[in-house]
Nanobody, 116 residues
Framework: QVQLVESGGGLVQAGGSLRLSCAASGRTFSSYSMVWFRQAPGKDRDLVASISWSTGSTYYVDSVKGRFTISRDNAKNTVYLQMNSLKPEDTAVYYC?????????WGQGTQVTVSS
């Protein structure tokens, strides 16, 4: 099983960029699909982007397509979320998750705040 630690959040002005990182422990990182979620105050936790462990294929929710890029470096046991052209509505706590079969492991989250 993996353990996950997110970093890279912070305060940025609208139009700015941030890169989130999610570092995983464990030797089986490459066999997990990795997912970024976000949760704004008073709202549900929503999927933002995912990357398959097997094919490397990616998925993005419509609201971030063309602005966010998910990538992974299996040698570093790390998944990234590059966020460009940030908007105030992107403000949320961002969580990474590792999924394999019926198992999902969550990180502790990192706050992203976009000011207008």
């Amino acid at each position: 099983q993996v353990q996950l630690v997110e970093s890279g959040g912070g305060l940025v002005q609208a139009g700015g960029s941030l890169r989130l990182s999610c570092a995983a422990s464990g030797r089986t990182f490459s066999s997990y699909s990795m997912v970024w979620f976000r949760q704004a105050p008073g709202k549900d936790r929503d999927l933002v982007a995912s990357i398959s462990w097997s094919t490397g294929s990616t998925y993005y929710v419509d609201s971030v397509k063309g602005r966010f890029t998910i990538s992974r470096d299996n040698a570093k046991n790390t998944v990234y979320l590059q966020m460009n052209s940030l908007k105030p509505e992107d403000t949320a706590v961002y969580y990474c998750a590792a999924t394999r079969g019926a198992t999902t492991t969550w990180g502790q989250g990192t706050q992203v705040t976009v000011s207008s």
